[in-house]
């Protein structure tokens, strides 16, 4: 009897392969791992696809990773939208108070994929450079806007620098994080953040006019 010959497998990625999902799974694994820990076969076990999928899907391990750091950065945004604070000192404890939650809760590895990816992807990898710096410039920029909105408005004093005081918070916030991968507690954490919003410099109060 003359043999039938077994189908090919297709190659690529399988049908049932769902980008978002395995684009979530390897945020977590870099999230755990940083850019240069995160090997090959840890990230398409959790994802649940082979190499060449990935390669496919994503083009190559830097190619993933942007995605993946895009990904996060977006959810941040989406989960604390810290600008809708009707004050510039509730927008920036309220943002704080996210991060230092966010940074030790259970459901995910500790710390912030943007600090650990500066720490672990070096000059070679220069769309992860790129793309880190993009982010850090907007995340200032969005705090000094809404800082200096806080000015314009008159809940924050008109001598403030905004940028300057931009600055602070992001180093707080670059500091939580460091923090928090190593070990720290969200007490401690929240415990920063008061003292942090005991710095911010509202506007002075009115003396009451003499009789």
Known sequence: MKKTAA????????????????LAAAMEVFRQRGFEGASLAELTEAMGINPPSLYAAFGDKERLFVEALERYVAARGDACPYGDEPTARGAIERLLTYIAEDLTASGHPRGCLMMLAAATAGSGCPAIQATLARHRAEARTRLRERIQRGI????????????????????????????????????????????????????????????
């Open 152 to 211: 314009d408005e008159g809940d924050v004093r008109a001598d403030i620098d905004a940028g300057a005081l931009a600055d602070f918070y992001a180093t707080v916030i670059a500091g939580m994080a460091t923090q928090a991968r190593e070990g720290a507690s969200r007490r401690s954490l929240l415990a920063a953040v008061s003292h942090a919003m005991a710095a911010f410099p509202e506007r002075r109060a009115r003396r009451p006019l003499a009789a």
């Open 7 to 22: 189908p090919r497998k297709p190659r690529g990625r399988p049908r049932s392969f769902d980008r978002e999902a395995a």
